[in-house]
């Protein structure tokens, strides 16, 4: 959202600056795939939000692994949101 190219600069940058590490989460703007291509020689990580049905889990980390990234940060904190009191008055 901070950049008109999103998480492609970001892994662009990533893989000029000596191939930093870079971790996408699955809400990201860009796909993985794109990702990948622009830091192929990273180290990436995906930040998976799980779903509740296992079969879309495993297509997802299908789709990122084919994409170069070699690990995979669970967050299991959205299943439920909390409560957002300014939100829902505004």
Known sequence: ???PEGECATARACNAMNN???VLSSWAT??????GKFAPD???VY??????LPDVNKD???RVKKSGFKA????CDTQLLGK??????N
């Open 72 to 75: 995979l940060a669970l967050t």
């Open 84 to 89: 957002r009191l300014n939100d829902t008055r």
């Open 30 to 35: 860009s796909s993985n795939e794109d990702v």
């Open 20 to 22: 930093t590490p870079m």
């Open 42 to 44: 990273s180290f990436k």
């Open 60 to 62: 997802i980390w299908s």
């Open 1 to 3: 959202m901070a950049h």
């Open 47 to 52: 930040q998976l939000y799980l779903s509740k």
